[in-house]
């Protein structure tokens, strides 16, 4: 499209005094640069914790010898969004409604060991699924408690420290709703001498 001529111009000629119109816009100022570049990272950051990953530490020993005090993980965000957790997993979840009633607002972090529908109980040191006996590999010592008979209802979980008998557990409240699960275990990046992927998923199978 022809340029259209500014209309308070008598000979439709530009004078040789006007001013100019083409001059480049300042460049914004370092600052203001470095600061646009940390909100960037922040909003990216947020939307990473928030729907794939994020980092814990852990402050207890309720999961040694697998995962030691002080142990920093990274958790998987995105896995149970496309399927459930399995036997073995290892989850951080928020805590389930007999803790918040205790006012416990901190993550915990647990081993899945029963699955909804299954029939759980401990006894004699093991624990039986549907009747039949766990080889459990990663345990620091068989539990000195036992568990009646239990149904697992839909939806829900029964999580287990791996330290037996020095973990706040299902064995004392109950079941983990899946709602309630934030993510899983997916690699231990601190201390720099334990570095690395947590343990695969056990096979389990009868003793």
């Not at 549907?130 to 459990?136: F, I, R, T, V």
């Amino acid at each position: 499209m022809p340029d259209r001529k500014h209309p308070s111009s008598a000979n439709n000629a530009p004078a040789n005094n006007a001013p100019s119109h083409t001059a480049s816009r300042k460049p914004d100022s370092l600052l203001v640069e470095t600061l646009k570049t940390l909100a960037l990272s922040f909003v990216l950051a947020l939307g990473t914790r928030t729907y794939i990953a994020e980092a814990r530490f852990v402050p207890t020993g309720s999961m040694q010898p697998t995962i030691e005090i002080d142990d920093h993980l990274l958790i998987d965000k995105v896995s149970y969004r496309f399927g459930a957790p399995q036997r073995g997993d290892i989850i951080v979840f928020a805590p389930p409604l007999a803790l918040e009633q205790q006012n416990m607002r901190d993550a915990l972090v647990k081993r899945v060991i029963g699955l909804p529908g299954e029939q759980i109980e401990i006894k004699n040191g093991q624990v039986f699924v549907d009747g039949q006996a766990l080889s459990e590999n990663y345990t620091k010592e068989a539990a000195d408690y036992t568990l009646q008979p239990t149904q697992i209802p839909p939806d829900q979980y029964l999580v287990l420290g791996d330290n037996r008998n020095n973990s706040n557990d299902s064995h004392v409240w109950g079941f983990v709703p899946r709602e309630k699960i934030i993510g899983r275990v997916l690699v231990r990046y601190w201390p720099l001498n334990r570095v690395g992927p947590i343990e695969p998923l056990p096979s389990y199978h009868e003793p």
